[in-house]
């Protein structure tokens, strides 16, 4: 319960820090809409699974891929074409222990699909959460070391 409470507290205030107009770029970006969000957590394992070409307006870029306990996290950016900028965050996490791979999207300045994303997140077991907890921990340091101006 406890790995869930960190989480809930890191993505509330990862929202309210974000509806404050936080000067950095990922708090000034467009939000997240429900089609890219789809995308996200369906889309993307239906186009690797059927190797269809890219969603048309967007491309993904590789952030990084780390191995936490028996969880693999894979993360890739979706970025929008048209403007460079980021749609959402995928988080592709595969369990060594259960051999289920999960698709995670995190959304961009949209509170609706944000609460989508926390019950999603809801639902894991205390190991995956967990893990998932440190990744995002991780993440956000590296993040705001970067980005913060003091």
Excluded: C
């Excluded at 890739?76 to 460079?84: T, W």
């Amino acid at each position: 319960m406890k790995p869930f409470l960190i989480l809930s507290l890191m993505l509330f205030w990862v929202q309210f820090y974000s509806t404050a107009q936080a000067d950095t770029l990922l708090f000034h970006a467009r939000s997240t809409t429900l089609d890219e969000y789809n995308y996200l957590i369906k889309g993307y394992k239906i186009q690797i699974e059927s190797g269809l070409d890219m969603k048309k307006g967007y491309y993904l870029t590789d952030v990084g891929t780390q191995q936490i306990d028996s969880y693999s996290f894979t993360i890739k950016n979706l970025m929008r074409e048209d403007q460079y900028d980021l749609a959402g965050i995928l988080v592709i996490t595969y369990s060594g222990t259960s051999g289920r791979t999960y698709y995670t999207g995190i959304p961009i300045n949209n509170p609706k699909l944000m609460a989508m994303y926390a019950a999603d997140v809801a639902k894991w077991d205390r190991a995956l959460s967990a893990a998932y907890t440190h990744l995002i921990s991780s993440y956000l340091t590296m993040y705001f070391n970067a980005n913060v101006k003091y």
